[in-house]
């Protein structure tokens, strides 16, 4: 991308100058997990790497988790499973929506080398999502039989489904803080120590599955209900290992003694995460209600249809992951350039991660589309008469994904200022009247083939109104950081 580009930001001095709020350009100085300083693609890349492996670990575990509860329970079991997910959905989307507000805040001070106010914001993220885990464990404890009920959980996996999502209500805070203290780690610069915890928790959770489900020796047979305390077990130990890692090597976000005290939700921290993670966890419900849609516009379609927008679902997941990392990682970069003053840096990581980002799908995109036979055989059967409508799927869709990136990436660095409020409509308009829009203006022409089409119009009206937005937009004006008031970093 040139220079007369007008994507860049920074390029407006007047608009740009920071306000008198904003903290100053932070010291010069080496810092551990310091993301304002160093080559932005090195730099980028090795923060984002982690974050894209933690994804992929993740995806991966969900999928072997699935086949062991399948193959040793059967189907009931794993449709219950289904169930439970969609109930649990909300919550993770929430406590993300407050991760992220958590990352974004601890690293607009950790780049202004507040640390006493990174680890403030930390805490109350922290603590707000232990008490937001322990009222939902408690309140879905109490009423997880009615909630089943409201969703029409067929009654072969009913049962099934409340013993499983009984279990996960209970153990539900240990994954909430684990997932917490992640994002804030990202926002201090280490994308590493969650990686770690998820190799950890992944393999603790592979291995503990099948044997708190069958019971083998002198362990208990504890069928569905083991599937979900072995997850509980593995979340425990991801957290116990970040722990360790951060007060062991003394990391910049420990809280020790009177600082322990940050954990109790209270101020301006509380009221940030609140405002920012509400819009944040909105639009990933946006995202999956929409995706819900298009899973019965295609039903419509027929059986062959389902299977194969299901297989070119799970190419979709891993052709989206790369963007997503990357998007953290601007997210973070820049909410790390803001506090410490670098607009002109912030201009650059946004360019260097829109590039990065595209490279990157462009070419998982069209490895997809040349070798989508095999690919969508692992999940298909090679002969399987499904097969040419997911070909076909492929060469429509598989670019929209592509087209994506704009918006993430962009999106990623209006998140870093505190704009969400615009991103969230932005994709409210792109899912909805957008791509359902067309889906039903074009149908009468196209028939089914409007489901697939449908995907590229509204990846392209996100994207337009994003760049637009992003160009001419006030978001930079959300930016306004309170004044220092913590101990620099030694």
């Known amino acids: 991308m040139n220079e007369a580009s007008p994507i860049p930001i920074g390029e407006n001095a007047a608009e740009m100058q920071p306000t008198p709020q904003t903290p100053p350009p932070a010291k010069p100085g080496a810092m551990k997990g310091d993301l304002t300083q160093g080559p932005i693609l090195g730099t980028l890349l090795t923060f984002s790497v982690p974050m894209l492996i933690s994804s992929i670990l ?13 193959r040793l329970l059967g189907e009931s079991a794993l449709a219950a499973t289904a169930n439970a997910n969609i109930v649990m959905f909300l919550l993770i989307a929430l406590v993300i929506g407050f991760g992220t507000a958590t990352t974004v805040r601890v690293g607009q001070f950790f780049g202004a080398r507040d640390i006493e106010a990174a680890r403030r914001n930390f805490g109350t993220g922290v603590g707000f999502c232990i008490l937001l885990g322990v009222l939902t464990g408690v309140v879905g404890w109490v009423f997880t039989r009615d909630i089943l009920t409201a969703l029409g959980t067929p009654e072969a996996s009913a049962e099934l489904a409340l013993a499983y999502l009984q279990v996960v209500f209970i153990t539900i805070p240990f994954g909430v803080v684990s997932m917490m203290v992640s994002m804030g780690m990202r926002g201090a610069g280490d994308s590493k120590t969650p990686l770690y915890a998820m190799i950890l928790t992944a393999a603790v959770d592979v291995v503990l599955n099948p044997l708190l489900i069958i019971g083998p020796g002198p362990l208990p047979t504890l069928g569905i209900a083991g599937s979900a305390m072995a997850t509980a ?9 970040q722990l360790w890692r951060i007060y062991g090597q003394d990391l910049p976000l420990r809280l020790r003694g009177p600082e322990l005290r940050y954990l109790i939700p209270q ?28 899973i019965g516009l295609v039903n419509r379609e027929g059986l062959n249809a389902s299977a194969a927008y299901g297989a070119s679902l799970q ?18 970069m820049v909410a790390q350039a803001l506090g410490a003053g670098n ?3 912030v201009g650059d990581v946004t360019r260097v991660g829109l590039t990065a980002t595209l490279a990157m799908s462009v070419v998982l995109a069209a490895l997809i589309v040349l070798a989508d036979r095999p690919l969508l055989a692992l999940f298909l059967g090679g002969e399987s008469p499904a097969m040419p409508i997911a070909q076909h799927i492929q060469l429509v869709c598989t670019g929209s994904f592509v087209i994506m990136c704009v918006t993430m990436i962009l999106s990623g660095t209006m998140r870093a200022y505190g704009a969400v409020i615009a991103p969230m409509a932005i994709m409210f308009l792109a899912l909805y009247p957008a791509r359902l829009g067309f889906y039903y203006a074009a149908y009468p022409q196209l028939g089914g083939e409007a489901v697939w089409w449908a995907y590229p119009a509204g990846s392209v009206v996100a994207a337009g109104l994003t760049l637009a937005y992003y160009v001419w937009g006030k978001w930079r004006k959300a930016a306004v950081l309170p004044p220092k008031t913590g101990a620099p970093a030694a």
């Open 58 to 70: 993740q995806t991966l575990n969900g999928s072997i988790n699935a086949i062991w509860v399948g």
């Open 233 to 241: 077990f593995a979340n425990i130990a991801g957290l116990v290992f």
């Open 267 to 294: 101020g301006n921290a509380l009221r940030y995460i609140v405002a920012k993670g509400i819009p944040m966890g909105a639009q990933m419900v946006l995202v999956s209600s929409a995706g819900l849609v298009m």
């Open 315 to 332: 190419l979709w997941n891993y052709l989206q992951m790369p963007a997503f990392a990357v998007s953290s990682a601007v997210s973070a």
């Open 343 to 345: 607009h002109k840096r």
